[in-house]
């Protein structure tokens, strides 16, 4: 196995590995990016914001 370091100065933080076509994101940018798509995916509307 060979180990490639390589710094994304775009993480801000965390951790990103890439084991062939496996990946684990646990960067904050990755968090954040999830939170993005989830946000752009919702909708509320003007009833469920009044009710609470």
Do not use: H, P, Y
Request: proline share 0%; aromatic share 2%; charged share 35%.
């Amino acid at each position: 196995m060979k180990l490639t370091n390589k710094i994304d100065q775009t993480v801000l933080g965390g951790v990103f590995v890439k084991i062939g076509d496996k990946v684990i994101d646990s960067s904050v940018k990755g968090r954040i990016d999830e939170l993005t798509k989830s946000l752009n995916k919702a909708s509320v509307t003007k009833k469920e914001v009044e009710s609470k």
